[in-house]
């Protein structure tokens, strides 16, 4: 809602004060809840170099390329690999890195694109990413170019310990930066959601700092717990994947982009036992219901899209409530047993993100507008376009105009 | 008890408050006796409490991942490596005098690997007396014009460069080979190095390139791969070498038939060298042996005591234990094995940490008896091997260019069987292909682990905290004992004036004494450096003697003696004559010079700790005691008590023991028999240190012998 008035400051100009009072009343009591979901983007970040944490590195390229399966984008994934393993003169087989010791998947094959690699990885470069504060030279290709209605997924793995994180070898993140650039982002209005996945040993504590609402965490280990290796691969001599990342791939793998699999059932999927540490996950800042929200909602790229009359309309968003939202899927139109789930999410959402027009009404009839003002907002809400809005504007800016010369004179 | 004396003389004066740690150092030099007493009694229980408090080792660098990767060495490889074996024994049934034809032998079978051949020629040098040259790093060597054809030994050098590597860094494996005279042993360790050499020129995960040293060890193991270390390391920019080769017709044949033979470019004339090292093995098979499991000893003393990363060890012993199923071996004293006080003494510990187990159940203290006993042997072997500051092994030479390296000894259980053979080529090899490939993910120089630290076991050690209290007990009641001394020797004086003469009235006279008293020790001072400036020229003296041509050690150590004898006395009569005088006036000359022998002790002890702590702690063993009582024997003849005879009794023993040779001959009988000794041996061990460069040798002839020769002044010191 008040991204409308916003985005039209001009509109303001032409209003009655009165409606400029209700603007600024509308707008600090509205929450960026109202913003829709407009896309996904991954942060995937190896902290560790060396040929020893091999692991950490074939942990974050398998992410990588899940979420690549799943649907987003490399241009909305920003990798980060501290170190290069596959290139690493110990490597028995060059160029390329498994994580699993059967080597039936090279996860750094033609299609892998690395945005920081090497001693770029620092903390000081990570969170220019998450906050966006870059010096103007740096491409737009490693820039998180996220909005308000973005998802992120943020993935990091390397050795940590408690409430920090180690980066190359020589810095560290604490979990106060962690909680300082997240609300920055939030301020910045650079995201929707964030699920924060770290794998690493006291993974749990990193989390501790957290404020910003719309915030997932998961941890793969709590306070005084160390995150294990899965397994060897006497073959290579390394350890290739970290327990937690390993079942987390593992409840992956099963799914597919149409996939309606929730949250809750990825984070029950841990089994204490099986990762050797107790994965923590922290909800409190989350304001939907993790057996209602798809994995899908972080780790791929599934949302409405929205159909427009003319490709190069302006202000097409606005107009989103005259059409009917639709799924990107054209073919979940075919599997109408997974569409059904879809749909009480597409609601869900609807309820909650869509800006204007019928939400509004909704909101309205409710009762909960206590604002004397709401019925003629509401009246005027109805109006259809901005040209419209315009030319009411005008035709009563018209009798002022006349009764103002007419007094003069 | 000379301090309370003072303090209740000046009783009726307020006193202005001390420092608390003013008192405390007050109070023990007060209690001097008893705390000197508790403190040598604890320092030596502590080193009989080491064992017990060893730890276990543990891999402290991640990068190492030891036993990570599955061996790659195959039967192939073990094939080859055995054709290579019986090659060289076929070669040497036919004994060519000049073993040059293993040598092309070995060379050509590393060329068909497709490894870098170069032969590196040296003449072994001389062991010869630098003073100059403790501590300094080893230069390249004098090159001597007059060396004949027949006096060079030729090491054959592989070189594999790893196929993505950066060619800065190496690992060397090294396998002393005697062309002239070979046993089986070496042969079969040369088949080990090559099935391994064989397998790295086709793996595709090398980091750090290969060096396999064939060293020519007819002069000695040591001296071959120090005479290529040197090269390596400090390279000669003259043509003085190549043109010697040159003379000689035998290496001239040997390199033509190399350049026919191999068709490739890879074979070279000239000196090739790969990266800075990273570690060095060096691999030997025991011929005869009569183990009854495969057994594998570790060597890792180098010179001075220094030990190589505590890692390297560790590695080789976590996958020869638990990968090849081989037992690992470090060297022990084997007279203290069967020794029944020392098993009693284990008993002791053992019922100790029982007790201390019923009343704290936590409590993780006290090992088995037996293991006591193989601890404390080899402990003692440790301490004895760092003491003596001479490397145990070819390894030596890598340590003075600060590069680990540990020599491997294979003493397999029974010989010459064909499965057997293979068997131990391929356990020999995974070993040392694990070792290698474990170094090869090292990222750095190894410098996780420990440097500073004595072996209990291959899988046990003593870290320098741990060792360090025990001597830091035994040297701890030096300086107090030399303030006592001090102190008492100043105010009895003092004394017995101030009671003479009122106390108030302290005439100008008085004073002006007084500051001469106080300045009294600096005699003794002088005569203490006067004893340690001779101790120095006496160090000095085997410089000359050795240039004295054909000279038996009997007859030099004779020579030795005598001018030792003589400059002490030109020495006492140039520069100590005031002595004499200061000795008639002074009553209590004695004690002074004895506060200041045990200060000087102190400072030798303490310096010698940080170079080798090994010949520290055995010179404190021997000096403290001896320091502490030393006293005029006319005094304890005249007291004529029980405890100044006892006194006397342990003097007069130490005196005998505490002199260097003395000590010598009684440790050599003590491990050979008394049967063999001979004067000239001391002189040829004497010889030994200093070829090495022990500081060992410094320290027996700069603080020990001074020492001594201050002690025993003390103990005829006529008062």
Not at chain 1, 245 to 257: G, K, V
Request: charged share 15%.
């Amino acid at each position: 809602m008040e991204t409308f008035y916003n985005s039209k400051p001009v509109l303001h100009l032409l209003l009655l004060p009165c409606l400029l009072l209700y603007s600024s009343i509308a707008f600090n009591s509205s929450s960026v809840e109202a913003a829709m979901h407009t896309n996904n983007w991954a942060v995937l970040v190896c902290t560790s170099r060396f040929w020893f944490n091999y692991r950490h590195m074939a942990n974050t390229l398998s992410l990588y390329r899940t979420v690549k399966r799943l649907g987003i984008p490399d241009e909305r994934i920003i990798l980060m690999l501290a170190d290069d393993m596959a290139c690493n003169t110990r490597n028995k087989y060059p160029a390329q890195v498994f994580n699993n010791e059967n080597h039936r998947l090279n996860l750094y094959g033609d299609n892998v694109e690395v945005d920081y690699r090497g001693y770029e990885v620092t903390v000081e470069n990570f969170l220019r990413v998450l906050t966006g504060r870059h010096e103007t030279a740096v491409p737009r290709s490693k820039r998180l170019l996220s909005d308000e209605g973005s998802h992120i997924l943020l993935y990091m793995t390397g050795h940590g310990g408690d409430e920090f994180l180690k980066f190359q070898d020589s810095e560290e993140l604490q979990s106060h930066d962690l909680a300082d650039a997240v609300k920055q982002m939030k301020e910045k209005h650079r995201f929707k959601e964030l699920l924060i996945m770290v794998d690493t040993c006291q993974a749990a504590t990193l989390f501790n700092q957290l404020q910003s609402p719309g915030v997932l965490a998961i941890g793969s280990s709590m306070k005084g717990e160390n995150s294990y290796s899965h397994h060897l691969d006497s073959d290579v001599g390394v350890s290739v994947v970290d327990r937690f990342t390993y079942y987390t791939l593992a409840f992956f793998e099963r799914l597919n982009i149409y996939d309606n699999a929730s949250l809750s059932s990825l984070f029950s999927s841990y089994n204490p036992s099986w990762l050797m540490s107790t994965a923590y996950y922290r909800k409190d800042l989350y304001q939907r219901r993790l057996e209602e929200v798809p994995v899908t909602t972080f780790f791929g790229s599934v949302m409405e899209t929205i159909h427009t009359d003319a490709a190069y309309k302006a202000l097409s968003r606005r107009n989103s409530g005259r059409f009917e939202a639709q799924t990107s899927l054209d073919q979940s139109v075919h599997h109408s047993e997974r569409r059904t789930p879809i749909k009480v999410n597409d609601r869900d959402e609807t309820h909650n993100i869509n800006p204007e027009g019928n939400k509004q009404v909704l909101q309205g009839e409710g009762g909960a507008t206590k604002c004397p003002w709401s019925t003629f907002c509401n009246k005027f809400q109805k109006a259809e376009n901005v040209d419209s809005l315009v030319n009411y504007g005008l035709v009563a800016m018209i009798p002022f105009l006349v009764i103002s010369t007419w007094l003069v004179r | 008890m000379a301090e309370t004396k003072v303090k209740s003389h000046n009783d009726d004066k307020p006193k202005p408050r001390v420092r608390p740690i003013v008192r405390l150092g007050i109070f023990l030099v007060s209690h001097s006796f008893l705390v000197s007493v508790v403190c040598c009694t604890s320092g030596v229980l502590a080193l009989f409490l080491l064992p017990v408090l060893a730890k276990n080792t543990y891999i402290s660098e991640n990068a190492l991942m030891p036993g990570s990767a599955s061996p790659m060495l195959s039967n192939q490889h073990v094939l080859d490596g055995n054709r290579l074996v019986k090659d060289l024994t076929n070669s040497n049934l036919k004994s060519s005098e000049t073993g040059i034809g293993s040598h092309k032998i070995i060379a050509q079978y590393m060329l068909d690997l497709g490894a870098e051949v170069s032969f590196h020629k040296f003449h072994p040098q001389m062991n010869q007396f630098h003073p100059l040259h403790f501590f300094s790093s080893p230069d390249s060597g004098k090159i001597q014009e007059n060396y004949s054809c027949s006096s060079y030994g030729i090491n054959t050098v592989g070189i594999i460069r790893a196929p993505r590597g950066d060619g800065k860094e190496a690992i060397v494996l090294v396998t002393p080979y005697n062309a002239l005279k070979s046993g089986f042993g070496e042969a079969l360790s040369l088949g080990i190095a090559y099935s391994v050499f064989s397998l790295l020129t086709q793996v595709t995960w090398l980091a750090k390139d290969i060096i396999w040293l064939v060293a020519d060890s007819q002069f000695g193991e040591y001296a071959a791969v120090a005479a290529w270390l040197r090269e390596y390391q400090t390279p000669k920019f003259s043509s003085s070498s190549t043109l010697n080769a040159e003379m000689c017709p035998d290496i001239n044949n040997l390199f033509e038939i190399k350049v026919h033979s191999v068709a490739g470019s890879k074979f070279s004339n000239s000196f090739r060298r790969a990266g800075t090292m990273a570690a060095a093995l060096v691999l030997k098979v025991r011929d005869q042996s009569e183990q009854f499991e495969d057994t594998i000893s570790i060597y890792a003393e180098a010179s001075n005591g220094q030990m190589p990363n505590l890692d390297l060890i560790n590695v080789v012993n976590y996958l020869a234990v638990h990968r090849q199923g081989l037992r690992v071996n470090v060297e022990k004293l084997r007279s203290l094995l069967n020794s029944s006080w020392l098993k009693s003494l284990g008993e002791f510990f053992e019922s100790l940490a029982k007790v201390a187990k019923r009343l704290n159940p936590k409590c993780k203290f006290g090992i088995p008896a037996t293991e006591y006993v193989e601890g404390t042997a080899t402990l003692a072997s440790s301490l004895y091997y760092q003491a003596l500051g001479v490397p145990t092994g070819p390894h030596g030479a890598f340590r003075d260019y600060q590069v680990d390296a540990i020599t491997l000894e294979i003493s397999p259980k029974f010989s010459l069987d064909k499965v057997w053979r293979n068997d131990i080529l391929l356990r020999g090899g995974r070993l040392i292909e694990g070792v290698i490939r474990s170094v090869n993910n090292l990222l750095e120089k190894f410098h996780q682990s420990f440097f500073l630290y004595l072996l209990t076991s291959p899988s046990k050690f003593v870290s320098v905290g741990v060792y360090m209290i025990a001597f830091a007990l035994l040297i701890a009641p030096l300086p107090m004992v030399a303030a006592s001394l001090y102190v008492d020797a100043n105010s009895s004086s003092n004394c017995s004036k101030g009671d003479s003469s009122t106390p108030p009235a302290i005439t100008d006279a008085d004073e002006h004494g007084i500051t001469i008293r106080s300045w009294r020790w600096l005699n003794s001072a002088k005569l203490v450096f006067i004893v340690h400036l001779w101790g120095a020229i006496v160090s000095l003296l085997p410089y000359f003697i050795c240039q004295i041509p054909d000279c038996s050690p009997t007859t030099s150590f004779v020579i030795w003696v005598l001018l030792s004898i003589l400059s002490l006395l030109i020495l006492n009569t140039v520069l100590a004559s005031p002595l004499a005088c200061v000795k008639a006036s002074q009553v209590k000359e004695w004690a002074l010079v004895k506060s200041v022998t045990i200060s000087s002790v102190f400072i030798g002890l303490g310096l010698m700790s940080v170079i080798n702590f090994a010949t520290a702690e055995f010179g404190a063993l021997l000096l403290v005691p001896m320091c502490l009582l030393a006293q005029p024997l006319k005094l304890d003849v005249r007291a004529g008590t029980l405890r100044s005879f006892c006194r006397i009794i342990c003097n007069l023993v130490l005196g005998h023991i505490a002199f260097p040779p003395a000590a010598f001959f009684l440790l050599k009988g003590m491990l050979d028999g008394f049967g063999s000794a001979n004067v000239g041996d001391f002189w040829m061990w004497v010889e030994s240190l200093w070829a090495w460069n022990s500081a060992t040798y410094l320290f027996i002839g700069m603080v020990q012998l001074p020492c001594w020769v201050l002690c025993v002044s003390i103990l005829f010191h006529s008062c």
